[in-house]
């Protein structure tokens, strides 16, 4: 595996984990505290900004000759 691949899919594993770790603090944690909630708004950014990252990389990855 290329070090272009693990990183792709190490960008998608990550948007992954941030988008379950949205999902878990806003629909299932019971005793959401400032902490937590804090959690929840960086993993739903995450889940934003991961996939946009990752299309950046792809493209200026491509360019690249290995």
Do not use: E, Q
């Amino acid at each position: 595996m290329s070090l272009r691949t693990f990183h792709i899919v190490f960008v998608t594993v990550c948007t992954l984990l941030c988008a379950f770790l949205a999902v878990w603090v806003f629909g299932f944690a019971a005793d959401r505290t400032g902490v937590i909630t804090t959690l929840g708004v960086f993993g739903a950014i995450g889940t934003l900004v991961m996939p946009i990252y990752g299309v950046y990389f792809y493209r200026k990855a491509r360019n690249i000759l290995l």
